[in-house]
């Protein structure tokens, strides 16, 4: 039932990524695209796509919220991940016991916060796995077709 759900929220959500709004007719527009000039744009990202990234990162061991901020970045390809929203996601995956957290003196510096994988944690990372699989081969058939249709 997991992997419905998750596949449920991938599939649905596929264009999220806030972009200027295009003022159509309405004033209102898609998020996900918008046409500057003559030319279009499109942002074509999975939604919720951080949360198994974030997963994905954890899963290579305990860390705390600064480096999985940069791993997150290198995982995302963003520049700069919301430190804020980080957290929060943190917290809900918590309340959720997706990942567990301890405070950690041993590090350098101040106490930090370390956040580790549970088990439950390792299963939806495996059920994200699937489900991206799912929609990468849905992408990949369009990218065919398309392909295919720009030849003739």
């Given at each position: 039932m997991l992997f419905i759900y998750v596949f449920d929220i991938c599939m649905r959500h596929t264009y999220t990524r806030r972009v200027r709004r295009h003022a159509g007719r309405h004033g209102r527009g898609a998020r996900w695209r918008r046409k500057v000039g003559e030319e279009w744009q499109v942002e074509a990202r999975v939604s919720r796509f951080v949360e198994p990234a974030l997963l994905l990162t954890l899963a290579?061991?305990?860390?705390?919220?600064?480096?999985?901020?940069?791993?997150?970045?290198?995982?995302?390809?963003?520049?700069?991940?919301d430190y804020g929203n980080l957290y929060r996601l943190l917290r809900r995956l918590e309340d959720e016991e997706i990942v567990s957290s301890e405070w950690n003196d041993d590090l350098p510096g101040r106490s930090k916060r370390t956040y580790s994988l549970t088990r439950s944690g390792a299963q939806l990372l495996e059920a994200w796995a699937e489900a991206l699989e799912v929609t990468r081969d849905g992408i990949s058939e369009f990218l065919n077709t398309y392909t295919e249709r720009n030849k003739q």
């Open positions: 290579n061991g305990p860390n705390h919220g600064y480096d999985l901020a940069d791993q997150l970045g290198a995982v995302l390809g963003a520049e700069r991940i």
